[in-house]
């Protein structure tokens, strides 16, 4: 519980003694840059087999001659659109882009930088870590959308490549029935996983006390908190927003 409020007090602390907003302006375009387009390929490459497991798995299960080929890419699309591509991705990124912002906001505590932004009247939650929230925010559910796109490309390749459907069939297979809001929900869930990657991993940096034993500690604390709080998450937005 400790811990939780510090969290809150925190994140609180980020709207106070706020600088002009053409320096979170270039602060958050750097961080995109970080965080968004520096993760694309790894984004591309695991969605991309993401998709093509999916759709040979589901094909290996649906071997009655009742069903119709279209529904492997049927069951795909749902898959990929409602949990894979933003929750596994998620997870990568807590990987990728926590441990990055942890260590470095941990590396500036223990060499005392951010002691120095303090002294000189800046606040450093604010300065640092806002930037890094709103980026997160906004590029990562642009991330998802690729790894949709490429999830379901990649279904494409293995479905057609290994004899499992056609082209007519899987293209028809994802379009069939297709229901708009499931779209709406999986961005829903990136903003929110976004926001707690990015906040979770900054908080865990941020108090990092010690030396440099302690910001590999920070950074794995936070890559393990993170992925808890997307999976939690996950349970609680499908109980409230698909029922």
Same mark, same amino acid.
């Given at each position: 519980?400790?811990?939780?409020?510090?969290?809150?007090?925190?994140?609180?602390?980020?709207?106070?003694?706020?600088?002009?907003?053409?320096?979170?302006?270039?602060?958050?375009?750097?961080?995109?840059?970080?965080?968004?387009?520096?993760?694309?390929?790894?984004?591309?490459?695991?969605?991309?087999?993401?998709?093509?497991?999916?759709?040979?798995?589901?094909?290996?299960?649906?071997?009655?001659?009742?069903?119709?080929?279209?529904?492997?890419?049927?069951?795909?699309?749902?898959?990929?659109?409602? &949990?894979?591509?933003?929750?596994?991705?998620?997870?990568?990124?807590?990987?990728?882009?926590?441990?990055?912002?942890?260590?470095?906001?941990?590396?500036?505590?223990?060499?005392?930088?951010?002691?120095?932004?303090?002294?000189?009247?800046?606040?450093?939650?604010?300065?640092?870590?806002?930037?890094?929230?709103?980026?997160?925010?906004?590029?990562?559910?642009?991330?998802?959308?690729?790894?949709?796109?490429?999830?379901?490309?990649?279904?494409?390749?293995?479905?057609?490549?290994?004899?499992?459907?056609?082209?007519?069939?899987?293209?028809?297979?994802?379009?069939?029935?297709?229901?708009?809001?499931?779209?709406?929900?999986?961005?829903?869930?990136?903003?929110?996983?976004?926001?707690?990657?990015?906040?979770?991993?900054?908080?865990?940096?941020?108090?990092?006390?010690?030396?440099?034993?302690?910001?590999?500690?920070?950074?794995?604390?936070?890559?393990?908190?993170?992925?808890?709080?997307?999976?939690?998450?996950?349970?609680?937005?499908? &109980?409230?927003?698909?029922?």
């Amino acid at each position: 519980m400790k811990a939780i409020g510090a969290y809150f007090i925190f994140l609180g602390s980020m709207f106070v003694r706020r600088e002009t907003f053409s320096s979170y302006l270039k602060l958050t375009i750097n961080e995109c840059i970080s965080i968004g387009w520096n993760s694309i390929l790894i984004v591309a490459i695991t969605s991309t087999f993401m998709g093509a497991v999916t759709t040979v798995q589901t094909a290996y299960n649906l071997v009655s001659p009742l069903i119709q080929n279209y529904v492997v890419a049927q069951v795909t699309r749902e898959m990929v659109v409602l &949990e894979l591509a933003p929750t596994i991705t998620a997870i990568v990124i807590a990987g990728k882009v926590g441990s990055s912002i942890a260590s470095g906001l941990g590396t500036m505590r223990i060499t005392e930088q951010i002691d120095a932004l303090e002294v000189m009247g800046i606040n450093s939650a604010s300065y640092l870590v806002l930037p890094k929230i709103v980026a997160a925010m906004i590029m990562y559910p642009l991330l998802v959308i690729i790894a949709g796109f490429l999830s379901l490309y990649g279904g494409y390749i293995a479905g057609t490549m290994t004899g499992i459907l056609t082209e007519t069939e899987y293209v028809y297979g994802i379009r069939i029935d297709f229901n708009s809001y499931t779209v709406q929900f999986a961005l829903i869930k990136s903003v929110v996983f976004a926001f707690l990657i990015a906040s979770i991993s900054a908080f865990q940096g941020f108090y990092t006390t010690g030396g440099a034993l302690e910001v590999g500690r920070s950074s794995t604390s936070a890559v393990t908190k993170s992925c808890i709080a997307i999976l939690l998450a996950d349970y609680i937005l499908a &109980e409230l927003l698909l029922n």
